[in-house]
């Protein structure tokens, strides 16, 4: 597999391959003056100046996943693909003509990426994508949301709905080359129930936590406790914003 993963901040990663780069998520990011491995702003003119083609996807309207200043990163090569629940404005809606909307259950062909989109247990959706015979899964707000307040039905109800898009993932029957999945530190003694439960039932070969705000302990924490359960899963530690995962 040849390709280059960039986290940026949150749910946000940048993915280079040899035919396009990919970005999921942008919220925000930050510049800072200590070592980092990439500057935010110098990667998004490298990628604006390559021929290669750009595809910004966007899981929901969230505001930690959902920024309009996504359509100021337009070129001739720019895409944008938005979940079905986001709504445009006039001004943004006219800042770019590559603007595809989808919804859960429906697959997009664009360039030469099949884009699949399944259901969130939030807002709007998560995506497979295949590229370059790699299948890559970024699961917005795709999570087994178990907080500690829930009513015994408000549990029930997201543990059903969470188990039955983890089935209707695995009916598509493509191997997850890599995933892209919350690990969220509010969740307290349940922020690994998804991912365990995710990794346990798809096997993706590397899983990448996110929507862990600052807390990158956090995923040392989930590697330390799931990788020797999950030995065919390559699970990584995030350690700094601006990071090259690989």
């Known amino acids: 597999m040849n390709f280059k993963i960039y986290y940026v901040y949150h749910s946000c990663f940048i993915l ?12 925000k990011h930050f510049d800072y003056k200590y070592e980092q491995d990439f500057d935010f702003n110098s990667l998004i003119k490298t990628v604006l100046e390559s021929n290669k083609s750009f595809y910004i996807f966007v ?15 337009d070129s001739s090569n720019t895409f944008y693909i938005l979940s079905d629940d986001i709504k445009l404005d006039k001004v943004s809606a006219l800042s ?11 697959t997009l062909k664009l360039g030469n990426l099949t884009i699949n989109a399944f259901s969130s247990t939030d807002l709007g959706v998560s995506f497979m994508i295949e590229v370059e015979n790699i299948v890559i899964f970024h699961a917005g707000d795709l ?61 993706p070969k590397v899983f990448i936590p996110m929507h862990f705000d600052n807390e990158f302990e956090i995923t040392k924490t989930f590697s330390d406790n ?19 995962i690989i």
Request: glycine share 4%; hydrophobic share 30%.
């Open 16 to 27: 280079e391959f040899d035919s396009c780069y990919m970005m999921f998520d942008y919220y």
């Open 59 to 73: 899981s929901h309207s969230h505001s930690d996943h959902f920024n309009k200043k996504i359509f100021e990163f």
């Open 96 to 106: 770019s003509s590559n603007i595809s909307f989808i919804g859960s259950g429906n």
């Open 143 to 203: 999570n087994w949301w178990a907080w500690s307040d829930d009513t015994k039905g408000e549990a029930e109800y997201m543990e059903n709905l969470y188990k039955n898009t983890i089935e209707q993932i695995k009916k598509v029957n493509e191997p997850i080359d890599i995933s892209f999945f919350p690990v969220d530190k509010r969740l307290e003694e349940n922020y690994a129930m998804g991912g365990n439960y995710f990794i346990k039932h798809l096997e």
């Open 226 to 244: 799931y990788q020797n359960i999950y030995p065919k899963t390559k699970i990584i530690k995030i350690t700094s914003l601006n990071k090259k």
